[in-house]
């Protein structure tokens, strides 16, 4: 296990009191690693991005496609920060944005045919889209290798509830989060530099990178329920919580067509 591994802040466990993190059983590997396969195989989950920052923050309540790597939603911001308000559909290279002065609570099922405005996903610098990068992350065409997770630094640190689902804490699988295991730390999307021993990409990884910034909420089936990613220059850490709504199947902005 790492060093950065072992340094992770203490969580509570069955009994009540505070828990050390430690080596994962052979057990939690096979659920870690192939908890981004579940999320590709079901085609796509519904969730929802909280992303802080000083001005109150941004919370985006989405579906994300994982065959596609599309996700569309509507943000709402808190707080005094309220100029993104309105639809998003984003993919690894682009974003497109819908501003609402009264955005819904959820996206139509079928986006707008007109009022979008188009720019880059950037990949560094910008907490919003670096969130919304490794929401697309957390799907994986096919599993990571259970074996190498520990070696790589994976490791188990606590149980939790989530939506009356009980879970084990990991950290694990960097998601393409970047070279220092901090979402937005690298120059290239997806981040060509290793950390923890991957290759930082998305698409599953016979070397998966782990780091203590990245912890996964993980059912006993192996079920993503809640993630936790810290980000560049953020003082907390971003959160996607998998939560019960309904997977709607994302459609395209009348107009664009995702790229493969």
Known sequence: MTAAAVTAFALLGDSGGPT???ALTSEEANRLAVTRF????????AVTITVPNAAGGLVISASVDYRTHTGYGVVHGTGRDTSSDGLIQWTATTVLVHPMADPPAVAPAS???SGWHRRPLQTSGMALDTSLGIAL???SDR???AALLPQNGAAWVGRDE??????DIMNGPDAGTGSSGKAGSSDKAGGSDK????????GGSDE???SPTVRYWIGSDGTMYRVEAGVASQPEPVVFDFDDRTYVPVKPVPGFTPAP
């Open 20 to 22: 050390a993190p430690r």
């Open 38 to 45: 579940l999320n590709y195989q079901a085609g796509g989950r």
């Open 111 to 113: 986006p707008p045919a």
């Open 137 to 139: 992350g957390l799907g």
């Open 143 to 145: 599993p990571e290798n």
């Open 162 to 167: 989530v939506r009356g689902h009980r879970t």
């Open 195 to 202: 950390a923890g021993g991957s290759s930082g990409k998305t």
């Open 208 to 210: 998966a990178g782990t």
